[in-house]
């Protein structure tokens, strides 16, 4: 059973992914839709943002072990409709309704793949949630492809077919989705005081997980919205400056297809301690040189070094349950959210480049302080 569970999960991992891909690729389209100015496009994301901030507050309140089932098809289902709706909107109002119930969607969809897949770990009794991520990833690698392989459709008829297929899908997997339900439990203790120290995590512990998450996505979204435009700076073409977000993102994949088996292999705080540094190192060479091949690789390496760390992060809150697992979520996607603006304004009084050191210096931060995050917090 724990087999079909993490199937089912994997689908809801990767389903996600193609989701926020082909919302995100085909902005521009729906920004010239609505003729949006850059302010109102600012406040259609910033409403997206606050929608998910508050269903992952919503999804952490709700997800007990019964009621997985329910937020997983609930959530999967609504992100798909909206995304549909999305496509359908043709003014500043509607889309910011749309975009506000999508990320209260998606916040609720996150916390409860995450719970679930710690749930499902544990019951596998060794790490799955670096693979589980990875499929997030894989899906979105391929909702980029479908959204640019599609660019001359219309934008709202690549909404309305997407969100049609995956409602149909999560509609369909409900019945095997319905047995999560109790079915993924972890095996039992020969000592029944074994697992006592691990039932809960300390405030301290807990905040400092959200931490090393805002942290480590913060580099996620500054690879998103500034990669590129750091490889132009360096007057690279604009399919080389697209380059390097790609090479984030594969590299980061492959990582996350091989995280479970070094964190087996190595043990959690080692993986992500040696993750981290790798990151700093790869960024930090790749913005202070001129050279456009090693800012290509430097953004390879930051992806490599990153892709354990939040699978890792998410897993260690998992033993404080949901609400644990919500707000190291939260605290991470604050610093998704608000990590390319502190970096532009960074860049606005110094350099690109030198703003850019920003990300690594906090990568070497989680290396430091990964071992005391995740002590004691291994499924």
């Known amino acids: 059973m724990t087999r079909r569970s993490r199937g089912l999960l994997t689908g809801y991992f990767l389903g996600l992914g193609v989701v926020m891909a082909v919302w995100g690729a085909r902005m521009p389209a729906v920004q010239q839709a609505a003729h949006l100015s850059t302010a109102h496009l600012a406040l259609v994301l910033l409403a997206a943002a606050l929608g998910m901030v508050a269903g992952l507050q919503i999804g952490g309140r709700l997800a007990r072990p019964a009621r997985l089932p329910a937020l997983l098809t609930s959530g999967a289902a609504g992100l798909a409709v909206c995304l549909a709706l999305l496509g359908q909107c043709d003014s500043l109002p509607s889309l910011l309704t749309a975009a506000l119930a999508f990320g209260i969607a998606h916040g609720v ?3 409860a793949a995450n719970s679930a897949a710690v749930r499902c770990q544990n ?9 589980l991520h990875a499929a997030y990833s894989i899906g979105a690698l391929a909702g980029a492809a ?6 001359h459709t219309a934008h709202s008829a690549l909404f309305l077919a997407t969100g049609l297929v995956l409602t149909g899908a ?3 997997a409900a019945p ?9 439990q972890p095996p039992a203790p020969a000592n029944p005081g074994q697992n006592e120290s691990r039932s809960a995590l ?3 512990q807990l905040w400092l997980l959200g931490a090393l998450a805002a942290s480590s996505l913060l580099g996620e979204g500054a690879a998103a919205d500034w990669a590129a435009v750091h490889l132009h700076s360096l007057d690279a073409s604009t399919a080389v400056s697209a380059a390097a977000f790609a090479l984030y993102s594969g590299a980061m994949t492959v990582g996350r297809l091989a995280g479970d088996r070094l964190t087996t292999a190595f043990g959690a705080p080692g993986v992500v301690r040696a993750g981290a540094i790798l990151a700093a190192a790869g960024l930090a060479t790749g913005v202070v040189t001129s050279s456009t091949p090693l800012a290509l690789a430097g953004w390879a390496v930051f992806g490599l070094g990153l892709s354990i760390t939040v699978p890792c992060l998410i897993s260690a809150a998992g033993v404080g349950g949901p609400r644990a697992v919500a707000t190291v979520a939260v605290t991470g996607y604050l610093g998704l959210l608000a990590g390319p603006a502190l970096i532009g304004a960074l860049a606005t009084v110094t350099t690109l480049s030198t703003a850019l050191l920003l990300p690594a210096l906090l990568a070497a931060a989680v290396a430091a302080l990964s071992h005391r995050a995740l002590e004691n917090t291994s499924p």
């Open 202 to 204: 300390s405030s301290g």
């Open 176 to 184: 095997a989705t319905r047995s999560l339900n109790g079915t993924d």
């Open 170 to 172: 999560a509609l369909a």
């Open 123 to 131: 019951a596998y009794g060794r790490p799955i949630m670096s693979g």
């Open 146 to 151: 479908l959204a640019a392989v599609t660019a």
């Open 109 to 111: 969809l996150d916390v």
